[in-house]
């Protein structure tokens, strides 16, 4: 029980690790704009961050629970995963590069089954799709980014740039406020699933072969709760390159990207697919900012940013499959 409960607490020091890293997420493009100060912006998205729960069913937690086969799940391999997820975190967010928490815990949980029992310990589908979607989540963020803001200027184009953003400084509050519930009800539902995972490894949850385990309540609140705290703490070495160093966003860019980063994380989550919100927000914010010119986007750090996109799975892989090695080697059981 012991190592149940020190797993669980180490799941959700990964939760608040997520929050202060993935903050930037929520915050960046309303910080950016100086529609809210970063003060107020952290506690607006750390509200809506928790009060997540509410709007979505626990799909994404339950196909993560599911990721690797029971039979070979155990404390110290869901241990292995979580440190792994957090060496990374910390790297990415020391170097402060947006990279994606959840990519980075999906990755530390392959490192560490794929060392205990090979490929075949994988849920095949459930990485599928997240490989799929490390593509479609960005390219639908920046389509809809583009789309949006092309809309927006073919209606308000003819108003004073002055009247513009005062209205967009209003309507930004709204759409930061449902990219934070997007962002919430998918990344905090992954750690849910770690720590499903770790009760049914401790046989406290059980689930019919291939099917999702029912996530208990206090599991969701708990991560919610350590999400949200974590985006009280800030991020903001990312919030820099999010919402400064990609492009140069007005209010109505920074409502464009949120709008469509909010749009494609509901679906997403409604699908039950873990997705990047990182990956999504950084597609909106480009698509966004490319509609007036091409070269308002600095592709030369967005190219930085992919680069640790596609480190990110392997890295925190090789981390976790390490971690795991020493722990057996240390004589704990496998």
Known sequence: MEALVAIIALALIFDYINGF????????????TRVLSPTTAVAWAAFFNFVAFLFFDA????????????????????????VGAIIWDLLTWWLALPTSSSHALLGGLA???IVKAGFGALDQSLFL???????????????????????????FGRF??????????????VSAALYSIGHGGNDAQKTAGIIAAALMA?????????????VPVWVILACHAAMGLGTLSGGWRIVRTMGMRITKLAPVGGFCAETSGAITLFMATGFGIPVSTTHTITGSIMGAGSVRKLSAVRWGVAGRIVWAWVLTIPGSALISALTYELAVLLGVPP
Do not use: E, W
């Open 21 to 32: 890293h993935d903050a930037a997420n929520s915050i960046a493009t309303v910080v950016s």
């Open 129 to 155: 799709k997240t490989a799929v979607f490390i593509v479609i989540a960005p390219t639908l963020g920046l389509v809809l980014g583009a789309l949006l803001m092309q809309v927006v200027m073919s209606l």
């Open 59 to 82: 799909h994404v937690a339950g196909n993560i629970a599911k990721g690797v086969d029971p039979a070979v799940t155990s404390l110290t391999l869901v241990g292995a995963g979580l």
């Open 202 to 214: 401790a046989g406290q949850l059980h689930a019919a072969p291939g099917q999702r385990p029912d």
């Open 111 to 113: 490192g560490a089954a």
């Open 160 to 173: 004073s740039q002055s009247l513009v953003d005062k209205y967009f400084r209003r309507a930004q509050l």
